[in-house]
């Protein structure tokens, strides 16, 4: 059964602060790693990662894969209250048709 | 475009009543996928179709979960008889593509709650 293990499950920083989400992943046919962030409604697309160790980057936020070790980071700079929101990882696996296995998540919290 | 229209956006019903929940994908988009969150068990998926087909429904908890889509504009996940174990959100998203990961838009969900 395909597993996505996502670390820590919350995280409180103060605004300015860096913080790093991880993601772990057991996963049949792996196709590609993806992170959506949902804050109070339904999540929203960020990166899709499919080769090992290219960076996606867009402004603050930050994303690296390793195929390898089986683990993705999610990283966000000079984190502002708006950063604040429930980050998903998920993986899309082929096992015959399409597999997409989401971890629960970590819930992040800016504070000013 | 409106983007993913779900209704209801909040259902509560009593044990045993029979709930269908509604989705009008993106126009153009050619496959749908519906979810469930729980705190328990995060986001979950359930089935999804391609042009109109279902694919997989592996992610279908039991019998008692149905989804059609009759036309491209409009699918149903039906729960009867519900349970208050099903009570969750459920998203329905879609995407344009025919095979593998093409970037998914979600609706807004409906909050589902059974008494």
């Known amino acids: 059964e395909d597993k996505v293990v996502q670390s820590p499950l919350s995280l409180v920083v103060h605004e300015g602060d860096t913080v790093t989400l991880n993601c772990s992943y057991e996963v049949t046919n792996f196709r590609s790693l993806l992170w959506y962030k949902q804050e109070k409604k339904a999540p929203t697309f960020l990166f899709m990662l499919t080769s090992s160790g290219i960076e996606k980057k867009s402004g603050r936020l930050s994303s690296i894969l390793d195929k390898k070790e089986l683990f993705s980071i999610l990283n966000i700079t000079a984190t502002q209250t708006g950063d604040s929101a429930i980050y998903l990882c998920?993986?899309?696996?082929?096992?015959?048709?399409?597999?997409?296995?989401f971890g629960k998540g970590t819930k992040l919290s800016v504070i000013p | 475009d409106a983007g993913v229209i779900q209704s209801p956006r909040h259902e509560v019903t009593e044990m045993g009543q029979e709930v269908t929940l509604r989705c009008k994908p993106i126009?153009?988009?050619?496959?749908l996928f519906w979810y469930r969150q729980t705190m328990m068990r995060g986001l979950e998926l359930l089935i999804y179709f391609n042009n109109n087909v279902p694919i997989d429904d592996s992610g279908m908890p039991e019998d008692r979960f149905s989804a059609k889509m009759p036309n491209a504009s409009f699918s149903t996940l039906k729960i009867q008889p519900s349970e208050p174990r099903d009570s969750a959100v459920y998203f329905c998203?879609?995407?344009?593509?025919?095979?593998?990961?093409?970037?998914?838009?979600f609706g807004p969900g409906t909050r589902l709650t059974v008494l």
């Open positions: 126009s153009g988009h050619n496959s």
């Open positions: 998203a879609s995407s344009y593509g025919t095979s593998g990961y093409n970037e998914q838009f």
């Open positions: 998920a993986v899309e696996g082929w096992a015959g048709s399409y597999q997409l296995t």
